[in-house]
């Protein structure tokens, strides 16, 4: 998998600035042309204005003005980083729900970048959570102070094989071959076989013919849960970026992720790269 076109959910801020950074930072290294997007909705009615029968048109026109404040600050941001006579770009951006523009706008997308923990969301920036489910694209997830860059440093694959993993996988192609090390992680568990042992050479030798050079660890558990463990470990390597199946189910008409998958967007500080 190459990235010809990558998506990036833009908002002014610290955190928003960063990914920017990241994304030009690939756009020259994977020579991938890069969509930057926004949108803004305004907040549900208070409830005096439920009970009234919905929001004054003064209220409506405050609304829409700061959106389009805010949207012209993410515009701005991303022509300052992303535009240039070494970068294809073009920007989009809409009044409405931003989880929603951004899935749709993921159909010309081979990844898109978001923040993992966005305190705009869901209103001025869409939800990771929601944009992994339901976008059928793999998502770079970016926390607000990410401790290395995801491009050039370690990256740790957390193994555990099913769809998600091998879609995540094939998905970080690109970032892999330009790390400076690859580390496969597998969670030993006491009835590991040699079968398991077979699986993992075979996955470094699938790698090696991608151009990525890769070791094995084989770890046991030694954090109370596998998503800790797996930061706990990308850390100590000095990863960038960890790269991982996105596991969730669907519950009451809301997708809920799985316990590894969210320890790892609520608690890392190493940006993820997650497939559903």
């Known amino acids: 998998m190459e990235y010809a076109q990558v998506l990036v959910a833009v908002d002014d801020g610290p955190a928003g600035q960063t990914r920017l950074e990241f994304c030009r930072e690939l756009a020259i290294a994977t020579r991938s042309g890069v969509i930057g997007l926004a949108a803004a909705s305004h907040p549900p009615s208070p409830l005096g204005a439920e009970l009234g029968g919905g929001l004054s048109a003064e209220l409506l026109t405050a609304y829409r003005e700061a959106a389009d404040f805010e949207l012209m600050q993410a515009h701005t941001a991303f022509t300052l980083h992303l535009s240039g006579p070494d970068i294809v770009s073009r920007w989009v951006q809409a009044h409405g729900d931003p989880t929603t523009f951004c899935i749709r706008q993921a159909r010309f997308a081979d990844l898109i970048v978001l923040g993992s923990r966005n305190e705009r969301a869901p209103y001025g920036a869409p939800d990771p959570t929601e944009v992994l489910i339901g976008s059928g694209r793999p998502i770079l997830m970016v926390p607000p102070e990410p401790l290395r860059r995801p491009i050039g440093e370690h990256a740790l694959i957390a193994w555990r094989d099913g769809k998600e993993a091998r879609r995540a996988l094939a998905a970080a ?95 890392s500080s190493i940006c993820l790269l997650l497939a559903h």
């Open 173 to 267: 192609m690109p970032l892999l071959r330009l790390a400076s090390g690859v580390t496969v992680v597998s969670i030993r568990s006491e009835d590991a076989s040699a079968e398991r042992d077979e699986e993992l050479a075979e996955l470094v030798a699938y790698l090696a013919r991608h151009g990525v050079v890769a070791s094995i660890v084989h770890d046991r558990l030694m954090h109370e849960t596998v998503g800790r463990h797996l930061i706990q470990e990308a850390a100590a390597q000095g990863c960038g970026l960890i790269v991982a199946g996105g596991y969730g189910h669907a519950r009451l008409h809301e997708w809920m992720l799985g316990g590894v998958t969210r320890d790892l967007v609520q608690e």
